[in-house]
């Protein structure tokens, strides 16, 4: 009976601790911090695959609940529970599109943290393409398995991801948004820092590197920041309009390994969204227009990083080029404008519609567009479709240089008359 009564006790006690170290867990991982970023993304799960349920701007204060592969689960203010990506919570220097391709030079394991010793999630094999999204020390942080998970840099032989640098006559100089922001040797955050930079610290523009600036600091360093850290100080040229003033964002539909629509020549829609957004981005920049593109090469870029580029850069106008296809060829032909929200949408497409009007092909008119694009987006927001890829009629215009300059010419006018209004 004695032995009995001691082990009931010896198991109460048992209990009892369990529970006083299960509470210190718990309150352990409750900490409150507050965002620094200008915006971060708070995801239904963790890892990129999950869509985004909210956005938090600088100063939020999230209740870190647990975390998983780098990702923390948070409490927000309203009570939501979600999923934040740690990298993003202390640093505004990150952004999709600001992520490396690489590919594996050996078989390594692929760890759940930047240790040799962390848990390992699976194995990554010689040869694979990875995709960095950030970089800590001696280690990367890659996608794997619609999540995260972290290598040793020296297993990665990362892509010569260089862009074509242009220079722009109507930026003179910028000011940094916010504290902490990083002036790097190089256009991407896989570069050495040169220096940490203060909020509205100047800086002279030098020329334009993909998503980033080549800038001069009031002390002399020549270095690169990244184009969403800033705020742009542009001149007005002699012959100002209102398009002058405005800052465009033209979004090149799909890209990478996301072909878009096929043409009955087995080219991809992709390869003309792109060339056609380049023109337009020329003859705007000639107008004296800030133009920003979502992609400037045949690389893939997500769906929410779009709209997010436009509200990041407080665009005034956001136009996404696409070309339509038929169930079946040869069915379908002439261009369509999409609009998500009469208030917001509703006066850019039918000014630019209007426009496009001129063009070869039929317009087929506007309509109500349920897009990701253009449901996620802020700001005043369209989608063009400009021909049918798989018709033979519209191909022929497709395909053409000349097709691409009048699309251009018209996107111009139709943007000066509808910032005239």
Known sequence: ?????????????????????????????SKTITIQASRVNVRMGPGLAYDTMTQLKHGATIHIITTKNGWYQVRLAS???????????????????ANQKGTMNETIYAREHPDSSSQILGTMTANTPVTIIYQQGAWSQIIFKNTVAWLPSHTITQQNNQQTKTVDPTIKTMTVRSDQAKLRTGPAINHHIIATLKKQTNLTYIATDGDWYKVKTTTGKIGYIANWLVNLNSTTPNNATNLSEATIVLD??????????????????????????????????SAGARVILTRNKDKYVGLSPRPAIAKRVHADAFISIHFD?????????????????????????????????????????????????????????????????????????????AYQKQVATDVYQGLSHYFKQ
Request: with cysteine; aromatic share 8%.
């Open 79 to 97: 009570d939501k529970i979600g999923w934040v990506a740690s990298w993003l919570v202390n640093n505004s220097e990150v952004s999709s599109a």
């Open 325 to 401: 296809s038929s169930e079946t060829a040869n069915t379908g032909s002439g261009t369509t404008t999409y609009y998500y929200k009469k208030k917001k949408d509703l006066a850019l497409a039918k000014t630019l519609n209007q426009q496009l009007k001129q063009l070869p092909l039929n317009s087929r008119g506007i309509d109500f567009g349920n897009f990701l694009v253009l449901r996620d987006n802020t700001r005043p927001a369209v989608l063009l479709e400009l021909g049918y890829i798989n018709s033979k009629h519209d191909y022929r215009e497709i395909q053409e240089k």
């Open 252 to 285: 090149p539909g799909h890209g990478g390994h996301d072909s878009g629509a096929i043409s009955l020549k087995k080219t991809y829609e992709k390869t003309f969204t792109l060339a056609t957004a380049k023109a337009i981005a020329t003859r705007l920049r």
């Open 1 to 29: 009976m004695l032995r009995r009564f001691v082990h009931c006790i010896i198991l109460l006690l048992a209990c009892v601790t369990l529970t006083l170290l299960v509470n210190q867990s718990v309150s352990a991982a």
